[in-house]
């Protein structure tokens, strides 16, 4: 066997990579080479070990389970702390409304009293316009042309309003 091939298989025998019976194949050959092959083979060794050991990453922690009911609660509690700040923030500005109201316009009266009716005087009605003839379909043109003629015969009213500054004038 060259040193070439000697010198491969002695370094895949230290990172692991050959059988059992190459392996003891490679023994003797590294025996019959003398001492310094045995010296290589064992400083690939410690190389590899060396380097398996710096590559080792320890075993990881395992995390602790997610807190969701926890996270979901503290959710309830904030949603209801806000609508509780809402609504005393809606209430305090209804206090001090009402209490500005008051403070500026003063009590109100409440036992004012209600004045009593003027003398009611009795008008006689108006002449009734004829009754237009019964009909008995509401949206007839019969029906609207008998209202029609029954507003025309009541006498009109006359106002008179000479400027938009003053009351108009009814009747005369």
């Known amino acids: ?3 070439e091939t000697l010198e491969r298989l002695m370094l895949d025998d230290s990172l692991g990579a050959l059988a ?3 392996r003891a194949l490679l023994i003797e050959r590294i025996a019959a080479a003398g001492s310094p092959a045995v010296l290589r083979s064992a400083a690939y060794q410690r190389t590899v070990e060396a380097a398996r050991a710096a590559l080792a990453q320890p ?5 602790p389970p997610f807190p969701a009911a926890r996270l979901r609660r503290e959710t309830m509690v904030l949603r209801r702390r806000r609508t509780v700040g809402r609504i005393a923030a809606l209430a305090a500005s209804l ?4 209490g500005l ?5 003063g009590r109100p009266d409440v036992t004012a009293s209600v004045p009593a009716p003027a003398a009611v005087t009795q008008v006689a009605a108006p002449d009734a316009a004829p009754a237009p003839e019964a009909v008995t379909e509401f949206w007839s043109s019969r029906r609207l042309a008998a209202r029609a003629m029954a507003a025309q015969s009541q006498t009109p009213v006359k106002v008179t309003w000479i400027s938009p500054v003053q009351q108009p ?3 005369g």
Not at 59 to 63: C, G, Q, S, V, Y
């Open 1 to 3: 066997m060259n040193p």
């Open 20 to 22: 059992d019976d190459i």
């Open 59 to 63: 075993e990881r922690a395992a995390l």
């Open 95 to 98: 206090v001090l409304g009402l």
């Open 101 to 105: 109201g008051y403070l500026v316009f």
């Open 169 to 171: 004038r009814i009747g």
